[in-house]
């Protein structure tokens, strides 16, 4: 079983899409349908949306998110906890040189 589609919902959407396209995700706007605007980008064929959170979907509150970057992606090798716009704890693993 793979994890495919990822969700958040966000009371500072664009701070969030700022803060993990700062951590190398390339995302696209879209909408579906009626629904609102949200961002959208691809983690080796897993889909990670942030939505705007409203009433009917508040912001995902606690989550603790894991995330690795191959080496060279211009961060420091090892671990780093980060804290998103919302709050979220987000874990980066930057792979070390080979």
């Known amino acids: 079983m793979d994890i495919d589609l990822l969700v958040i919902y966000s009371d500072e959407l ?8 700062g951590l190398g995700l390339t995302f696209a ?6 629904g609102p605007e949200h961002y959208a980008a691809e983690l080796d064929g897993t889909i990670f949306e942030l939505y705007p959170s ?14 690795t970057l191959p ?18 704890t987000v874990v980066l693993t930057v792979q070390e040189q080979t």
């Open 14 to 21: 664009d701070a969030c899409r700022a803060f993990y396209a």
């Open 29 to 34: 706007k879209e909408r579906h349908g009626a």
């Open 54 to 67: 409203s009433a009917r979907r508040p912001a995902t509150g606690s989550l603790r998110l894991g995330l």
């Open 71 to 88: 080496a060279g992606a211009g961060a420091t090798p090892g671990r780093h906890t980060l804290t998103d716009p919302d709050g979220r």
